[in-house]
């Protein structure tokens, strides 16, 4: 099974898994982790560097809420010395979507589907609507 491990500004991570349980129940080997408001960059490192290693035993992928913030860069610098994909831009279809897809999809194949799937979720509905 590929394992999940969300690093996120606030709960939003916690609140994926959480909310993704409303629609396809309990998901398990998922962790989240959480940078608040006045944490620390180096112990925001080290959960991740803690979570990363426990989490290894299998395919691990880590997802973030946005390109260049503290959890990316975090998660980015635990890359070099492990091995597991990383994706930015998280968001609650792409989530939804690994949760229910990775035990039929390889790592790789995964993170190609998600990536393609997530950028067909955003969606601007004022111009779907003038369209019909």
Not at 50 to 65: H, K, N, P, W
Not at 69 to 85: E, H, I
Not at 88 to 108: C, H, K, M, Q, W
């Amino acid at each position: 099974m590929i394992n999940i491990l969300i690093v996120t500004h606030g709960n939003l991570g916690k609140e994926l898994l959480k909310s993704s349980e409303l629609i396809i129940g309990p998901v398990e080997n998922a962790e989240s982790i959480s940078f608040q408001q006045g944490d620390n960059f180096e112990e925001l490192l080290g959960k991740v560097e803690e979570a990363v290693e426990r989490l290894s035993g299998d395919d691990l992928i880590v997802f973030t809420d946005m390109y260049g913030g503290s959890p990316f860069n975090a998660v980015s610098r635990t890359m070099k010395a492990n091995n597991f994909y990383h994706i930015t831009g998280v968001n609650f279809p792409l989530f939804i979507d690994i949760a229910v897809n990775r035990d039929t999809y390889s790592l790789e194949e995964l993170a190609e589907k998600i990536i393609k799937n997530g950028k067909k979720s955003i969606v601007f509905v004022n111009e779907t609507f003038l369209a019909e």
